[in-house]
């Protein structure tokens, strides 16, 4: 089992038909994660290159742990531990790293296009782990897993995506996923946070996060993007709480049995009331574990596993 193409740099690419293909075995992976011992040989004699030039913890662990756990031998590189720090370009970084011959590098990077430069430029697989506001495919695939695995579907359920749009990869990359594979998107934000053609992409917007998680059976909430951000594009962070918090009030629109996400880091009380965040709506937990599935699942269908 493969897919037929050599990396993964982006949702907007991928077919439905291998959107499934990669929800389907990494379910097929989440029993994995419950064994006393939780390792299989699929992977072993292969290598997976963790380069990471922005920070990370849930990402960046989770591909760590994704390839120990089919016994892959993993290797985690930082901008700040790395030659980068001595003026060396990332494509040479690329390039001495495929030297040594491994058969994965995870790479996420500030600038946008990254990933997509050096899958022209390396023999290697490369996996996209965020590239500046541009995607986080594998983001995406354990959100709509998350949602396939709680909701038995996606096509037909009203996803409302609510926050820093402009400058959210994890925002763009679920927009692309989720329409295609049938949902209904709304997206809500401040108008400074709101791309100017987000409507072409086939998604309702709104301006008031009440608009949009009106009857929404899934409601994402985004963190708000400070350290992209290089003028103030709202005025403090308790007024766009004030108007972009999901509370106990304002979800009470959604439908009874919603499921509330987020990407994380949680900004508590500035995109997602604490309350909110630790209830029985909430799968922000099981959204992090998924992570592991879906990431072991890229790996091995990257890397053709046989068992």
Do not use: W
């Amino acid at each position: 089992m493969k897919l037929a193409r050599k990396d993964i740099l982006g949702i907007k690419e991928l077919s439905v038909e291998e959107i499934n293909l990669i929800l389907d075995t990494a379910e097929s992976f989440v029993e994995i994660s419950t064994r006393e011992i939780k390792k299989v040989p699929t992977l072993r004699g292969k290598t997976v290159v963790n380069l990471f030039f922005e920070a990370s913890t849930r990402t960046r662990t989770s591909f760590e742990i994704a390839g120990k756990r089919l016994s892959a031998d993993t290797i985690n590189i930082s901008a700040s531990t790395s030659s980068v720090v001595k003026g060396e370009t990332l494509l040479d970084t690329a390039r001495n790293i495929e030297a040594m011959s491994p058969d994965v590098i995870v790479i996420r990077h500030r600038a946008a296009g990254a990933p997509h430069m050096l899958a022209r430029m390396v023999k290697q697989s490369i996996i996209n782990a965020g590239d500046g506001a541009h995607e986080h495919p594998t983001q995406a695939l354990l959100d709509m897993m998350t949602i396939r695995m709680k909701k038995g579907k996606i096509a037909g359920l009203k996803v409302a995506i609510v926050g820093d749009i402009a400058h959210s990869r994890v925002a763009r990359s679920n927009i692309y996923g989720l329409t295609k594979m049938g949902a209904r998107v709304a997206v809500a934000g401040p108008a400074t946070m709101l791309p100017r053609q987000v409507g072409e992409m086939g998604v309702d917007v709104y301006r008031r996060l009440e608009e949009a998680i009106e009857g929404a059976d899934i409601i994402m909430m985004l963190r708000v993007q400070t350290e992209r951000e290089h003028q103030n594009i709202f005025p403090s962070l308790r007024e766009y709480a004030r108007y972009f918090c999901l509370n106990g009030k304002n979800i009470k629109l959604a439908r009874e049995d919603v499921l509330v996400m987020h990407p994380g880091p949680i900004n508590r009380g500035v995109e997602i009331a604490s309350d909110i965040a630790d209830s029985t709506s909430s799968v922000i937990l099981e959204q992090v574990a998924n992570g592991v599935a879906v990431r072991m699942a890229i790996l091995y269908l990257l890397t053709g596993g046989e068992s």
